[in-house]
């Protein structure tokens, strides 16, 4: 993988939320008049539609319509004026530009936390490039280092399924499993569980120290189980990494082929 650190840091010290914003306004600088683009989800995805949006209205981007990962999405690029497709209907994607919510070094990801991981994929996998934008805390020594990893599972027995998400890490030191629950709206009912754009349920997952072991036999072991649709471990699939460092220099990481 190639690298390298671009801009000189700024006085004084930026917060994360400033820091993505730096690395959403560098990815969007790869954007061409014509583009069609995959549209990420999640607040660091949220400034480069921010920043789309103020090109497309100043004219200095032109042309350029975007596929949306989520309803979230959706809703934001029509609020800042960014032309949306369908998937079946977009043709060629050309860039994709996402967060994630971890970075390990070989450019694998986890993603979805938010909900979204299966739309993402699907759209995400489809481009000619996905660029990924993050802030450094966000790189890690191994997928499953700093939260969930999200599994998103059809509602029919999730609970059955759980039980066989369980099993693909029996021996797994400090290996954990839930569904994911939110506040119910019912009278009476203290959780439900959380429901995706696509109407799954969303197992999360939790390893003590990352996950240790062969990121594809384990994800294909995932996909294996029936019931469930899609995990959020992206393998190989992030072309570039856009990552906004603490003292302000912008590190841009490239996969080699």
Do not use: W
């Amino acid at each position: 993988m190639g690298s390298a650190a671009t801009s000189p840091p700024p006085s004084g010290k930026l917060t994360q939320e400033e820091l993505k914003r730096v690395a959403a306004h560098r990815a969007v600088e790869l954007v061409e008049t014509g583009m069609t683009l995959g549209l990420g989800t999640g607040s660091t995805a949220a400034h480069a539609l921010d920043r789309l949006g103020e090109l497309l209205v100043s004219g200095a981007l032109a042309g350029v319509a975007g596929v949306p990962t989520s309803l979230k999405t959706e809703a934001h690029a029509t609020r800042v004026g960014i032309p949306l497709l369908e998937l079946a209907g977009a043709g060629r994607i050309h860039l994709s530009i996402d967060g994630a919510d971890e970075v390990d070094p070989d450019l694998n990801l986890v993603k979805g936390r938010g909900g979204s991981l299966l739309r993402e994929k699907m759209i995400e996998g489809s481009g000619d490039r996905f660029v990924v934008i993050v802030d450094e805390s966000k790189l890690v020594p191994r997928l499953g280092c700093t939260g969930a990893v999200p599994v998103e599972v059809v509602p029919f027995g999730a609970v059955h399924t759980l039980g066989l998400v369980r099993k693909v890490f029996d021996g797994f030191p400090g290996f954990s499993a839930r569904l994911r629950t939110v506040p119910a709206k019912a009278a009476g009912a203290e959780e439900a569980p959380f429901v995706t754009d696509n109407g799954n349920y969303i197992v999360e997952m939790f390893f003590e120290d990352g996950i240790r072991g062969d990121l594809r036999d384990i994800s294909d072991r995932l996909l294996r189980i029936t019931g469930v649709v899609e995990h959020g471990m992206f393998l190989g699939m992030a072309t570039t990494v856009i990552v906004a460092k603490k003292d302000g220099t912008v590190e841009i990481i490239n996969k080699e082929n």
